[in-house]
């Protein structure tokens, strides 16, 4: 919601610490925040449409404008590998990647988390082949939801720089040493240009320090170490439960990192963000820069009279569970908007199932349902999710039960034919 | 202490071992002797960056590890990545000063043939290409032992495998090993070596080169395997020796391009007294050892063309 005229006399005045604002795209800005947080190690496979971070960084290596390791690695399995490794040897390491990328390096996601190393990873989301497309989507990114990597969705250009920003003091954090991963919607802020506010090295060293008290690299010759042993039934489970505790606990951590970013900064960050959600009835959950377009139908539907509100999900992982509870109990039904399918499941929109099964065990059910759109770089218009939106006003009237994803938007489909099969 | 002087005996050799016991390697392991060995000569200032495999599986069996040196596993194809990037983060963190510039700290990436010679083949690759200053020890076993003996691109030429059965149809394997050797000569890096844990003192002079080497070095060593090779556990020194002495395993030292045998053999032994101490080879017929022969003789030719010199010479009669 708008803020207040004291609010924003109050952030004038906390934009003191800023020194300056710039025209930037999604990668650029995921270069500067690795320069600004004085990154050691880099290792970064091409990939459309995340090149540009890339070749950014070693622009910025070359000019002598930060001092790193870069590693022209021969593919994203290599490039994941080196940075958990310069991790483990107490780098800041950074990576980059997309789509076929990730799948590529997918056995090492697991590894990085397992060996609870604190690399920081930038994800511009998109498609999956086959049909080959370098379009956006979430399919990549909810690949990776059972990694065990917390994962920061970022909705703009600004939001990009401050997520890595606070993704290095997170994941270094000694309560938390676990990767961390950003998305940026590929070529919608991957390529966009939008107004940045970068904080510059000084403040984003003191707000994410290297090499944080209690932190020490696990490759140490003076105190050695055996790190990825063979871990058999006696101790394996154990070593899994530890994961379970520390991402559900990283949570704190990332709030506080939020918190203080917005006390510093002037821009606050929660697990989840509330739009029009006080007095909302109907709500819309989405993530990543699909959130702004679900604002956008919001504003329109409230106009109307329509009391609509949404729920964008800062956080995928660790799932801000209570967060999306408490802010969908007092609506009278619920949706999601997502950019991604899963294949054959109960219910195909995977951010739906996780949500229902969070509110039927609370015991709350209400109507809801969900929505898959803008697969594969499919425009989403607004004028379309103001349709959703009344599709699940008219479920809640007519109290039906949707029992399927709606597919909205494929050519030639009706998607309440999907509710018959 | 890395060990610094040449070897030329055994006395040379550090006493000092650096490989716990304890670990479940079988006896007459081959990779057990090279990592003792290995392991003596790279001292306490080494990061081992380890691949999966029979090595990594029985000496790091939680809570127990063999490892006094940081000890690294990732995965099966990636040593050489993640050496690339021990190597990098100590480079950035010394420049930076976090590390002292003036320390050693070598970077020791293992791995068996299966993590070198097929799956780890791109990441190696990448490593070498890239210049990362790391030693590359390749203990190999000529198969995927750890998983139960399944053929690999190092598999020579008639060996069964359970993946190369002997049948009615087909005998074993049927492609001659690779040549990771020519691999490494194409990346130009400064060293590269063959070695044998049947020759202890040439083994260890060329694992301390390999750690002397600024820049990329790789050392190839040969492997009994008692289970895999289907060998006596006190045999597997004597196979080694055979395989030298046989010419079917040549020791090579290449240094910045140029190749030297660093132990001649004035008379070679027939291939088939390599071949007829190992249960692998059993199934061959005197014609399939005839053309074993026949590919050592090319080979023995093509080095000793390429040394410029008969350092391996005719079968002894």
Known sequence: MSLTLEKKEERKELRQVVSKRIAATGNYAAALAVKDADVDVAAIYPITPQVQIAEKIAEFV??????????????????????????????????????????????MLYIASSLRQPVVMALATRALSAPINIWNDYADAFGMRETGWIMLFSENVQEVYDNLVQAFRIAEH???????????????????IEPLEPLGREEVLSFAPKRPRGYRPVLDPDYPITVGTLGTPHWYYEAKYQQVVALRESKRIIEEAGREFGKKYGREYG?????????????????????????AAVDRLRKEGIKAGMIKLRVLRPFPVDEVVKALENVEAWATLNRTISYGAAIEEPLFTEIAAALAVRGIVKPMASFVHGMGGRDIFVREIVEMYKKLDEIRKSGRKVKRTYFWGVKGHDPEEDQAM | MALSKPVRTIWDIPREERFAPGHTMCQGCGAAIIMRHLTKVIGKDAIIVQATGCVEVTTTAFPRTSWLNPWLHLAFENAGAGASGVEAALKALKRKGVIDPNRKIKVVAIAGDGGTFDIGLQSLSGMLERGHNVMYVVYDNEAYMNTGIQRSGATPLGAWTTTTPVGKKLRGELRPKKDLIGIALAHRIPYIATASPAYPTDMVEKLRKAYETEGPSLVHIISPCTPGWRIRNEDSVKVARLAVLTGMWVLLEIVNGKPRVTVKVPKRKPVREYLRLQGRFRHLTDEEIARIQKMVDEYVEEINRWVGEQAIGPVEG
């Not at chain 1, 000019?63 to 310069?86: K, M, Q, R, T, Y």
């Open chain 1, 62 to 107: 070359a000019n002598g404008e930060l001092d790193a390791e870069v590693i022209h690695v021969e593919g994203e399995h290599s490039a994941l590998s080196a940075v958990v490794a310069a991790a483990a040897t107490g780098a800041r390491a950074f990576t980059a990647t997309s789509s076929q990328g990730l799948e590529y390096m997918h056995e």
């Open chain 1, 174 to 192: 000694p309560d938390v040493l676990l990767p961390v991963v950003v998305t940026l919607d590929g070529y919608i802020l991957s390529h966009t």
């Open chain 1, 271 to 295: 697990l989840i963000e509330e739009y029009m959600m006080d007095d909302a009835e109907l709500a819309f959950v989405s993530l990543g820069a699909t959130a702004s377009l679900v604002k």
